[in-house]
């Protein structure tokens, strides 16, 4: 009884810290915005242009795939490398999942009025003052969501994607080329993490939480890499000096999606599920 | 050999620490994760649960505020339903009687309520003094019947969703074509006549907003693509009260002037179905938060003073 008690002090203690803790990097961060239009238009960039945000993660990737000073030093980055990617499609599916079951809106719009459910009432949450970007994108966004515009993601933003994406990405990276690593996940924390969190779109424990599903499901795979996975794995790399230039072309079409958080094709699976519910429907 | 296994042990040991710690992030999070909520896009109002599945509903989606009653649609409980502050929550009509799936109502000056049943078909009547009927069924050609709407000739309009069209219903059970195929309806989900005559019709298979005129000429109001889905409309004092259950939004439109968002709903309540207008402005929203297990909301929202 006495175990539970302090076990439920101790959680609610640290959950009260935790939630303090974010708060103030959050206040810090976003504290940035607001200020300069230049800044704010060169962090908008790094978030809205693919090319920026994401491009050298896809560069990064490119180099450590061919990096490796002999045939079997590079047999082994490759390995590690489609571990990431397999790492990544299931990071981005679990932070997908997770964001539609727990239901923590982005900051920017914790800075409207929200009530939340508490047993059988609804309960005002506290309301976040938030600087708005000076860039036009956030400006017209900020309008939007004055006007009522509010789109149905921005309603659960924990855990982040973007964090789990590009830093189980990073990493595997790391894992592979430390020099390499260390640039890709130099760009993901200072420029597209932390740019999430100047422009509100994100918390710290949204990222947190990004990050505590990419190094799970990254240390997982590794782990099972070295069964029966790494027998595909094997497979696979070997396959990639057999038929280098298919190896290549395909190598092409993984990083341009990498650099586009996997758009395309998410568009593509989104048009095969629409279709599939045309097609059940008559239509 | 042993080197390895001593290997796979140690990442393994490594694998279990760091998935304990991101699922302890995860569990303080999900504390503070927020299983429910709304978000109010104009300041002006508050939102309040006016009643869950404790008053005994099941999960409504049709709801009509009259003289201090509230009316329900019971899709969840299979049952028409009226609450009142003094007597509590009643039946008027169940499943014994055949109705299957309630989904729209409307009450004529007389007290006399009409609903319709997207399953079961046909046009159901309770009247005022609480006697039960099937005024058309499926044997009329009422099949999936969704919306429905008062016509100021005392007649009843009712859309149907597998005919894709709107029938006229007499209070004797004559059912003739109101809006035949010609008119391009999809799913006439729900319907309602402002005061000036023109019907009002929301498509939510097609996504759009209809108004047809006093002329029975057919104009598309709103049609936003993907982005707006009618499920049910309510007019009051000369604005149209929206629900979408596809973006979990509650809109107010005003003729000639935008769509305007009052609150957008997220987690368990975000199943938003029927809205209803209280004589003092106070709208009310039905939630189907889960329609298999029967739970329900009516969420209560009002102008702040």
Same mark, same amino acid.
């Given at each position: ?17 935790? @939630? ?88 920017? &719009? ?15 949450? =506290? %309301? ?46 790391? *894992?592979?080329?430390? %020099? ?12 597209? *993490? ?20 990419? &190094? ?15 027998? &595909?794995?094997?497979?696979?790399? *070997? ?37 599939? *519910? ?6 | ?44 109002? /508050? ?51 055949? @109705? ?30 609480? =006697? ?23 007649? &009843? ?56 005129? @006093? ?9 936003? /693509? ?53 004589? %003092? ?25």
């Amino acid at each position: 009884m006495i175990y539970s008690i302090a076990l439920s002090a101790l959680f609610a203690e640290l959950t009260a810290r935790l @939630t303090s803790l974010n708060d103030q990097i959050l206040a810090g961060m976003n504290g940035m915005a607001g200020r300069s239009w230049f800044f704010d238009s060169l962090v908008g960039l790094t978030q809205g242009n693919d090319l920026v945000k994401a491009g050298l993660i896809g560069c990064c990737f490119f180099a450590a795939w061919y990096s490796g000073k002999t045939l079997v030093d590079t047999r082994a980055r490759r390995k590690v490398l489609l571990m990431t990617l397999v790492a990544a499609v299931c990071v981005l599916a679990t932070t997908k999942v997770l964001s539609h079951t727990i239901f923590l809106p982005r900051p920017a &719009i914790e800075s409207q009025k929200i009530y939340h459910l508490s047993g059988d009432d609804l309960v005002a949450m =506290k %309301r976040t003052n938030v600087r708005v970007p000076l860039d036009e994108e956030s400006q017209k966004d900020h309008r939007d969501l004055v006007n009522g515009d509010v789109k149905t993601n921005d309603l659960g933003s924990f855990p982040s994607d973007h964090a789990g994406f590009f830093l189980a990405i990073s990493l595997g990276i790391f *894992l592979a080329s430390r %020099r390499i690593g260390l640039v890709a996940l130099g760009w993901t924390v200072f420029v597209i *993490l932390a740019g999430k969190m100047i422009q509100a779109e994100h918390s710290p424990l949204d990222i947190a939480a990004g990050a505590a599903v990419a &190094i799970t499901e990254l240390s997982v795979l590794r782990f099972a890499a070295q069964s029966r996975l790494g027998a &595909i794995l094997d497979k696979l790399s *070997l396959w990639s000096f057999k038929y280098s230039a298919l190896s290549a072309a395909l190598l092409f079409a993984v990083v341009f999606e990498i650099s586009s958080t996997l758009f395309h094709i998410r568009a593509l699976l989104a048009l095969a599920a629409a279709a599939r *519910l045309h097609m059940m429907m008559g239509g | 050999m042993p080197m390895k296994k001593q290997i796979s042990i140690s990442n393994g040991v490594k694998c279990l620490a760091i998935a304990l710690g991101a699922l302890f992030l995860l569990t303080s999070c999900k504390v503070l994760g927020k299983e429910g909520l709304v978000l109010m896009t104009d300041d002006s109002y /508050k939102a309040t649960v006016f009643a869950t599945n404790k008053i005994g509903f099941g999960a409504p989606d049709g709801i009509l505020w009259n003289k201090g009653k509230l009316y329900l649609a019971d899709e969840g409980g299979v049952a028409l339903e009226a609450w009142d502050q003094d007597d509590g929550l009643k039946k008027l009509m169940d499943g014994q009687f055949g @109705t299957k799936s309630p989904e729209d109502l409307v009450m004529d000056a007389q007290g006399n309520i009409f609903f319709s049943d997207d399953d079961a078909g046909g046009v159901w009547e309770v009247d005022a003094t609480g =006697k039960q009927r099937l005024l058309a069924g499926k044997d009329k050609g009422l099949f999936s019947t969704e919306g429905i709407a008062l016509a100021p000739d005392g007649s &009843i309009l009712v859309g149907d969703a597998d005919a894709h069209e709107v029938f006229r219903v007499t209070k004797d059970g004559a059912v003739s074509i109101f809006l035949g195929r010609e008119f391009e309806i999809s799913k006439p989900e729900s319907m309602v006549f402002d005061d000036k005559g023109n019907l009002y019709i929301a498509d939510n298979e097609k996504n759009v907003l209809y108004m047809l005129d @006093t002329n029975h000429q057919l104009h598309v109001v709103i049609d936003r /693509k993907d982005q707006f889905s009618p499920e049910t409309i309510f007019y009051a004092k000369g604005a149209l009260y929206i629900t979408d259950s596809h973006a979990s939004k509650l809109y107010l439109y005003t003729p000639n002037e935008e769509l305007k968002t009052i609150a957008a709903f997220g987690g368990q309540l975000k199943n938003v179905q029927g809205v209803t207008v209280d004589e %003092r402005g106070d709208i009310y929203v039905s939630i189907q938060s889960d329609l298999k297990h029967n739970v329900g909301f009516i969420i209560k929202i009002t102008k702040e003073s």
